[in-house]
């Protein structure tokens, strides 16, 4: 297989490719992110690269779009030796990127984030309203309504991701990255996303797809090049390779590619929510009456699109804001306002997290994994040298342990988290607030941007914590995910459970169709 990147496409067409990477290798530091690589992008294709989290994808494409410089290895564009050495470079050669986690100024309206680094000249208002006339077009062309005069702060991550691919669609490139862009998309959005790149594709522009679902790779692309530990094993024609075999490639080894797990056996009552309400700093109502329940030895997985209120629920439940209503952990009424409403009081009280967003509620991205894996819990005993101090030693010890346990690459406690891949990020935090054994496990978009072989290990994680009887409260923008993982569903729609139902009897379509507020009502537990 391997031998495929090299001639993939040169069969097909004697045109140049649109891209090809000759010899590339990065290092950071004692970390080899990239070794020697190969890849051929034939012009006119859609053409995906997988691997696990930390096998390079990346990296290698962020040396093509100039936010890295590659320590060796060469670029062409359409044929050309091309230097690129910062990313207006790329953009001057036709390349686009979404990034996974994103590149917008949050005090910046959609429309300047628009564009930015695009502008026409000194006068901005000529370059505006020419990204105003052009954003509306795109908009109605692909579905991708936004507020252009909102601020981006002040939108939920699926309108965000919008504003990402509506940045490189204005920018017109003929190659296209887009690294992890469903993660915040229904599947119905994910569908009108890649019937919008195969529409790109027939225009003769090239896209680059980095994902980890093979599902993805299998419906929306020609070719697929397979990255592992940093070097490229192989390049294949979709139509002849199947998802177990892409996933074997990925990890070098088999993979289950569903969720192993017995039915559950609920226990008591864990946590009760009665009639919980949450507003915004803005006044905005963000959570209309919630009531539900979880047992121990259950996962209820809360089905959504991104925005819709789960975001608010958590940090409701993991005191991260102020509510009113009623929550019950153990029997146990828990203040939702003012003393011991705060996080580290629910820590206490049996709740862990694992946030939504890892870089701005999960890990401190400057401090070490060591560090990152003290934050909330620095109280416990087993880190204390005594009263004063902490046994830093201890801590370092007990984080080695636990990336070795978790497969962090490269299991270093030392290491700044920045330095760590997304996914290898999210281990970090699954694994500090797992491993406390905490009654209920709150968890959000638990593998977000996670490649096959970390989702398969954080799936038994979660599923393991069910059958040592604790409750979890799963949050997940993943209908796959929700519907392998839970025992019962809910719904969230515009801050309200539209109903609940059993994974066994519901399908995608029905839940789907919840999630866009129809065929639904506010019907709370009982739905």
Known sequence: MAAAADTLGRQETAAPFAIELKGISKAFGPVQANKDINIAVPKGTIHGIIGENGAGKSTLMSILYGFYKADSGQIFISGNLTPIPDS???????????????????NFTVLENIVLGAEDGALLNTSLGKARRVLKEL??????????????????????????????????????????????????????????????????????????????????????????????????????????????????????????????????????VE???????????????????????EILGIAGVAGNGQSDLLAALGGMTNASGKITLN????????????????????????????????????????????????????????ALFMDNDALRAD???????????????????????????????VAREVEQNPDLLLIGQPTRGVDIGAIEFIHK??????????????????????????DRIAVMFDGQIM?????????????????????GKNTGEAA
């Open 88 to 106: 207006q470079s790329a953009i001057r050669a036709g390349i686009g990127m979404v990034f996974q986690h994103f590149k917008l100024v949050q």
């Open 139 to 272: 908009a109605q062309e692909y579905g991708l309504d936004v507020d252009p005069d909102t601020l981006v702060e002040d939108l939920s991550v699926g309108h965000q991701q919008r504003v990402e691919i509506l940045k490189a669609l204005y920018r017109q490139a003929d190659i296209l990255i887009l690294d992890e862009p469903t993660g915040v998309l229904t599947p119905d959005e994910a569908d009108h996303l890649f019937r919008i790149l195969k529409g790109l594709k027939d225009q003769g522009k090239t896209v680059i797809l980095i994902t980890h679902k093979l599902r993805e790779i299998m419906e929306a692309t020609d070719n697929v090049s397979v990255m592992r530990r940093g070097t490229m094993v192989a390049t294949v024609k979709t139509a002849e390779t199947s998802p177990e075999q892409l996933a074997e490639l990925m990890v070098g080894r088999k993979v289950l590619l569903e969720v192993e797990k017995t039915p559950a056996v609920p226990g008591k009552v864990v946590l009760s």
């Open 275 to 297: 009639n919980l309400h949450v507003r915004d700093e803005h006044g905005v109502e963000r959570l209309k009456g919630i009531s539900l329940e979880i047992r121990a030895g």
């Open 331 to 386: 029997g146990v009424d828990l203040p939702l306002s003012g003393a011991g409403s705060d996080g580290q009081s629910r820590r206490e009280a049996g709740i862990a997290h694992v946030p939504e967003d890892r870089h701005h509620h999960g890990l401190i991205l400057d401090f070490t994994a060591w560090e990152n894996v003290a934050f909330g819990y620095h109280n416990d005993p087993k880190y204390q040298k005594s």
């Open 399 to 429: 984080t080695e342990k636990k990336m070795t346990a978790y497969d962090v690459r490269p299991p270093i406690p030392t290491l700044e988290a920045k330095n760590f891949s997304g996914g290898n990020q999210q281990k970090i935090v």
């Open 461 to 486: 994680q979660i599923v393991a914590l069910r059958d040592a009887g604790k409750a979890i409260l799963l949050v997940s923008v993943e209908l796959d995910e929700i519907m392998s993982l839970s």
């Open 499 to 519: 109903g609940m139902r059993d994974p066994e009897t519901t399908d995608e379509r029905e839940l789907g169709m919840l999630m866009a507020g129809m065929n």
